[in-house]
């Protein structure tokens, strides 16, 4: 038997190099290459009068400076709206570079191209640009309001308004015994991966063709856009994402200004041109998420089960649209999560601001979804005086209620239906993994000490494994070494080791024989991207099928040779043999050498393929009509739908009264992502989500003054979690429930563990102070307000703080 | 090329006296990457805050993005290259990392075992680190992927590596050590 692998939490592969410091990683190739340093927007909004680049072209060093004039063709044309969807009526994308206005500030308006980046940097600085400005739009409710504009042609701020709706909401409530109404805010934060973006070009003159490196989640669109915008035949332009230093959604954004310029300029000049983004540059002009202001009405019954639910969201999306709307999608439709709800509406308002653009930071706007639930589960437990995980627990969809149609559509454009899970379930692995049920007994008796704790949960679906395909392409050469490729990228997640792990147990080959690449367009071109929590998902079926297919083939080959019946055949260790018969074997690397017939031996393997020494009919051709030369294999997946895993976190809070300061005392998750490939993996995808949720519920915050200026753009003053700020442990609950859609029955985990993260923090800081919550993140002086507020009087306490103050005067 | 005046500094890394021919204002972190082409040293936000471009500068970690290449001469600097041994083998807290699954992306993580190369040399083979210190030690390195847990276990492993390999246990920690 070959070793099981496919469930194991072996060892990642790719740690080998990168423990040594031979990872290879954008900034570290092309040496020789010219730097790049751009001129950005230092103003929100301005208009452009004049660019003064007199004293820079005296630069000892400087190649190039390129301005908007210099652009041509489609280059000279407003970026690509990648996503259309018919309710983003008013989409803007901005220009490589300015042409004539800048809407925030971070926006490239000069590139220079030098010696290197020291000097590029010295030249830039000497460029004057003459704004006019205009009134900056910060913030959703100034952009609500409208008083100023964004894009002066779209005077209400509003790119998109999208409706989301079944049942009868505004019947449903009327009728409701109960209603609630409440207003919560969610803050900007950013994907902020350690290594910044990057791009490095090389043009050969003589093959007229391009290679592009560049630190992205999709080389396949990268690349199709280069081809695109520089007016390239595709065949003629390759792009490579090499390692990549993080990505968490920032990276699947493209064409960057930057991805198209760097190729530009190197055609242009006949040079390697390579730029390495900056922090500064990478809090300015790369893209944020989350921030949303949400208007939530919940009808419910005595009992807590919802009823209908009615949400108006303004959603920031700063200055333009390259990514669509696919944030308020999620938003609008994971809130949803996983309870059964009959009458539901959800309006998102997108709107402009003059600030840094906003697409998919991991979870997606799922954090936001989850938090309107969540919060609103918490609301109605509190006004009923019912325990927060009883409401949640009559609400849930059943484990026998599956497919659970929501009658929504997806961001896939597909229905909304979830295909398998078993909540009740998990509610249940979670009271039990961090003692929800002696917690209020915990609780008063810290209180009576003097001490503040609370506990708050929050459970959520993700719809992972978005299509619309994946592919994957199995190699054994002759050597018997197996080559696998997929087009999808790799920031960090395991690919190499994953896929390995699938195609070892598929084929039955020692994982030491296999190599891995992904995100290379020389290797496998048709690819989408690493998004969505769908590598495992996409690719990882893909490489399954393709490897069936070799499997198919090798014993194919195998039961011709050795004269047996193919289905006697099994594959072991990389040893085709006879079951049963220890003695009929033939090495892959074998078959490899005769699945490619040949008229020329080079070697003493070879020989066996070639045309006198070959076992052959006389009658059929050496490559029968249906078959190709070579012992290879390529399969797509594509799923008819998004397959939804799920997941429920708990966390116990202390508060200091005397500091503010928060620490996470416990923090529980309880997660279904199907079958699990590589546990040791998925359990490291929850501890990074889970420390950037930490972030973004009680640090991280993108703030920008009335002007439009990011205030705390380095990591001195947004504060990312060190060790010093997550949970000193986080307890995992493991469940699987394997997908029915997908050959593997697995389902995505890159995002589960940030999205449930500021809905329980809130709900537990909610439950230590008893005061009510309606805005994350909340760092010590929010907190510091907040108690203050609550003695003076004007903070909106809970009314089970109430109660609990009754009980012990009783 | 430009006018600015050029330094000739021979910098000692991992061992080896290299010359380099620098500006004053290039950064260390810079020579290291461009100019000797020990691209395992990152860059992760030049301004001293993360600590991926922590190299040892006479075995004490220090930020190569905050110091420039000229201030390096006369000093012995260790990079992520530099902290296995001569004849490959990986120093504890290299095989700690892969053990414990201590990376993800990997950007951060030579900051990280070149700051833990360092903070070990303070404990003696056969003293255990608890998980306090182990965070004390962490605690000026960001890493945005792995949410430390496994970091964190990581150097109790480079620790027990340590002790097996000074042959306190395990025997063949033992054999390899005396060959
Ligand atoms: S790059 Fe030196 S501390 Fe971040
Ligand atoms: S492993 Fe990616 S930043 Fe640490």
Redesign the interface.
């Known amino acids: 038997m070959t070793t099981k692998l496919f469930g194991e939490p072996i060892a990642r592969r790719e740690d080998a190099r990168l423990i040594v410091g031979k990872g290879r990683y954008l900034d570290d190739i092309g040496h020789g290459a010219l730097g790049v340093a751009f001129v950005r927007s230092p103003h929100a909004n301005a208009r452009i009068l004049d660019i003064d680049v007199s004293a820079a072209v005296e630069v000892a060093g400087v190649h190039a400076i390129y301005s908007y004039e210099d652009l041509d063709g489609a280059m000279a044309q407003p970026l690509p709206v990648l996503i259309p969807h018919p309710s983003l009526t008013a989409p803007r994308t901005g220009y490589p570079l300015a042409n004539g206005s800048v809407s925030h500030v971070g926006e490239p308006i000069v590139m220079v191209v030098a010696d290197d980046r020291y000097l590029a940097e010295d030249a830039a600085e000497r460029i004057v640009v003459d704004y006019e400005f205009r009134t900056p739009v910060v913030g959703v409710e100034a952009a609500e309001r409208a008083d100023s504009a964004v894009h002066e042609d779209i005077p209400d701020n509003v790119a998109a308004r999208l409706v989301q709706e079944f049942g009868d909401v505004d019947a449903a409530l009327l009728q409701a015994p109960h209603t609630v109404s409440f207003t919560q805010t969610i803050e900007r934060s950013a994907s902020m991966p350690l290594e910044g973006k990057g791009v490095h070009a090389r043009w050969d003159a003589v093959d007229e063709s391009l290679r592009v490196y560049t630190s992205t989640q999709t080389s396949t669109s990268v690349r199709a856009a280069i081809a695109t915008k520089l007016d390239l035949s595709l065949d003629r332009v390759e792009v490579i994402a090499p390692d990549v230093g993080g990505g968490f959604g920032v990276k699947i954004v493209h064409p960057w200004p930057e991805e198209l310029l760097i190729p530009w300029a190197a055609i242009r000049l006949g040079r390697e041109v390579k730029w390495a983004e900056d922090r500064r540059e990478h809090f300015v002009s790369s893209a944020h998420e989350r921030g949303q202001l949400q208007r939530i009405t919940a009808g419910y019954d005595d009992e807590g089960r919802l009823l209908a639910l009615d949400a108006h969201i303004l959603h920031d999306h700063g200055a333009y649209t390259p990514y669509g709307i696919v944030v308020p999608i999620i938003t609008s439709t994971q809130l949803l999560g996983p309870y059964r709800l009959a009458n539901y509406r959800c309006q998102v308002d997108s709107v402009y601001t003059n600030t840094v653009i906003v697409t998919p930071y991991r979870g997606a706007g799922r954090p936001q979804g989850c938090f309107a639930m969540e919060r609103t589960m918490d609301r109605v437990a509190d006004d009923l005086g019912l325990d927060r995980a009883a409401v949640r627990e009559i609400n849930l969809i059943r484990a026998d209620e599956f497919p659970w149609d929501n009658h929504l559509i997806f961001q896939d454009g597909r229905p909304l239906i979830y295909d398998s899970g078993d909540y009740p379930s998990m509610l249940d692995k979670l009271r039990d993994l961090v003692g929800w049920e002696g917690f209020e007994a915990r609780r008063s008796a810290a209180a009576a000490d003097g001490r503040w704790l609370g506990i708050g949960m929050a459970l959520y679906v993700e719809g992972t494994g978005v299509g619309p395909y994946e592919g994957g392409h199995v190699q054994v050469l002759p050597s018997g070494k197996v080559l696998v490729s997929t087009g999808l990228t790799s920031q960090g997640q395991g690919h190499e080791t994953a896929f390995a792990q699938i195609v070892a147990e598929e084929l039955g080959v020692p994982i030491e024989d296999i190599e891995v690449h992904t995100g290379d367009t020389r290797r496998f071109a048709y690819a989408v991207g690493t998004f969505a929590s769908r590598a495992a998902v996409m690719s990882g079926n893909a490489v399954a099928l393709a490897a069936r297919a070799v499997r198919e083939k090798a014993l194919r080959i195998a039961a011709e040779v050795l004269e047996v019946d193919a289905a006697d055949l099994d594959i072991v260790d990389g040893v085709v043999g006879v079951r049963g018969d220890p003695g009929a074997v033939l090495p892959l690397s074998s078959v490899a050498v005769l699945s490619n017939p040949l008229r020329y031996a080079f070697d003493e393997a070879s020989r066996a393929a070639t045309q006198f020494a070959r076992f052959a009919s006389d009658d059929q051709p050496p490559v029968a009509d249906d078959d190709e030369p070579g012992l290879e294999g390529r399969d797509y997946y594509s799923p008819v739908r998004s397959t939804f895993a799920s997941g429920a976190h708990a966390v116990i809070v202390e508060v200091d009264p005397g500091t503010c300061a928060v620490t996470i005392e416990k923090y529980a998750v309880v997660h279904d992502c199907g079958r699990l490939i590589n546990p040791r993996i998925v359990e490291g995808q929850i501890h990074g989500g889970v420390a950037q949720g930490v972030g973004g519920a009680l640090y991280e915050v993108m703030a920008y003054d009335e002007t439009g200026q990011l205030q705390n753009a380095s990591f001195m003053d947004f504060l990312m979690p060190y060790v010093s700020e997550v949970p000193q442990r986080i307890d995992i609950g493991h469940q699987e429930t394997p997908s029915p859609l997908n050959p593997l029955g697995i389902k995505g985990a890159g995002e589960a563990g940030v999205i449930p993260g500021s809905a329980a923090i809130a709900a537990a800081l909610e439950d230590a102070l008893g005061i009510r919550i309606t805005s994350m993140p909340l760092g010590p002086s929010q907190i510091y307000d907040l108690i203050r507020a609550a003695q003076d009087g004007t903070a909106e306490m809970t009314l089970n703080s109430a109660r609990r103050s009754q009980e012990e005067s009783t | 090329?430009?006018?600015?005046e050029q330094f000739v500094v021979s910098l000692s890394v991992n061992g080896t006296r290299r010359p380099v021919t620098v500006?004053a204002?290039?950064l260390l972190s810079d020579a290291l990457?461009?100019d000797l082409?020990?691209?395992?040293?990152?860059?992760?936000?030049?301004?001293g805050?993360?600590g991926?471009c922590t190299v040892l500068l006479d075995g004490v970690p220090v930020r190569s993005c905050l110091m420039f290449a000229v201030q390096a001469e006369h000093h012995e600097v260790t990079?992520?290259?530099g902290?296995?041994d001569a004849d490959g083998r990986?120093h504890p807290v290299?095989e700690a990392?892969?053990?414990c699954?201590g990376?993800?992306?990997?950007?951060?993580?030579?900051g990280f075992?070149t700051t833990i190369a360092a903070a070990l040399e303070d404990y003696p083979p056969g003293a255990s680190i608890s998980?306090d210190e182990a965070?004390e030690i962490?605690?000026?390195?960001?890493?945005?992927?792995?949410?430390?847990?496994?970091?964190?276990k990581a150097v109790g492993r480079a620790q027990e590596i340590r002790t097996q390999r000074a042959g306190l246990s395990g025997d063949e920690a033992t054999d390899r050590d005396s060959t």
């Open positions: 090329m430009s006018g600015e500006p204002r290039r990457r461009h082409e020990l691209t395992g040293t990152h860059v992760g936000c030049e301004h805050v993360c991926a990079t992520v290259e902290l296995a990986l290299q990392f892969r053990d699954h990376l993800q992306c990997g950007f951060c993580t030579p075992l998980a965070r962490l605690g000026g390195n960001l890493c945005r992927c792995t949410g430390y847990q496994n970091i964190v």
